[in-house]
């Protein structure tokens, strides 16, 4: 998981809330809550690598991830919680 949060082809994506993101962000991410994926699936298919998403426990993300699969979007993980992206960040 280190080696797909550090590729700069990584889609990283926060899907928490802009408040939770406004305390506390991960370098590189983009803010997209749980709530707008389906309004932004066509950033999701035209990434150019891996799309990696992640939130405050992983609960979100992991729905956010079994959802773009459905719709389509091939390479998606789950990376848990910011804690855990923070510190495989370099």
Not at 25 to 30: C, E, H, Q, T
Not at 48 to 55: A, H, R, S
Not at 72 to 78: A, F, L
Request: net charge negative; with cysteine.
């Amino acid at each position: 998981m280190q080696d797909l949060i550090n590729d700069p082809k990584t889609f990283l994506v926060d899907v928490r809330t802009e408040g939770e993101v406004a305390e506390v962000s991960v370098p590189g991410a983009i803010n997209i809550p749980l709530d707008q994926v389906p309004a932004n699936l066509d950033q999701f298919k035209n990434a150019e690598g891996p799309v990696v998403v992640f939130c405050r426990s992983g609960a979100r993300s992991e729905n956010a991830k079994n959802w773009l699969i459905q719709n389509g979007v091939k390479e998606v993980h789950n990376a848990g919680g910011y804690p855990t992206v923070l510190n495989l960040k370099n």
